[in-house]
């Protein structure tokens, strides 16, 4: 969705590519959000983040954001624990199951004419492993 000269939100077609209809020329920010499609995350990830912090796994970047359900900006096993109680339900897991994203927005001071390429990355947090299916 945008913030600016012009207030407009779109969706992704299948293959993540979006477009904003109406825009006219100013300042605008771009903040990228996503709901639902929350699946993946299970005790393995609990488990991952644990032996990460035991130091007998290595987390990739990627990895490692998604492990920071605290949101305290590193990986600890607090973050191990929040998982464990998202996957058993138990109320307040922190950040788990929420997306974050990469940037988080984008700023256009004086956005005059289409833009291609402007991508974001998404990470659900909690969901270590890799096993997030669309």
């Known amino acids: 969705s945008t913030t600016g000269a012009s207030v407009v939100s779109t969706n992704t077609d299948i293959n993540g590519i979006y477009q904003f209809v109406g825009l ?3 300042t605008y920010t771009v903040t990228p959000s996503k709901i639902g499609q929350v ?7 609990a488990t991952a983040v644990a032996q990460s912090v035991a130091n007998l796994i ?4 990627n990895q490692q954001a998604a492990a920071d359900v605290s949101g305290n900006g590193s990986v600890s ?3 191990a ?5 998202y996957v058993a339900s138990v109320p307040n897991p922190g950040l788990s199951g929420a997306w974050r994203f990469s940037p988080s927005n984008r700023s256009y001071p004086n956005l005059q004419t289409n833009l291609t390429n402007e991508n974001y990355s998404a990470i659900l947090l ?3 492993t890799g ?4």
């Open 39 to 45: 699946n993946g995350i299970s005790n393995a990830d």
């Open 126 to 128: 909690g969901e270590v």
């Open 58 to 61: 290595s987390l990739t970047p």
């Open 81 to 85: 624990t929040y998982i464990a109680q």
């Open 131 to 134: 096993n997030w299916n669309p």
């Open 24 to 26: 006219t020329a100013g």
């Open 77 to 79: 096993s607090l973050d």
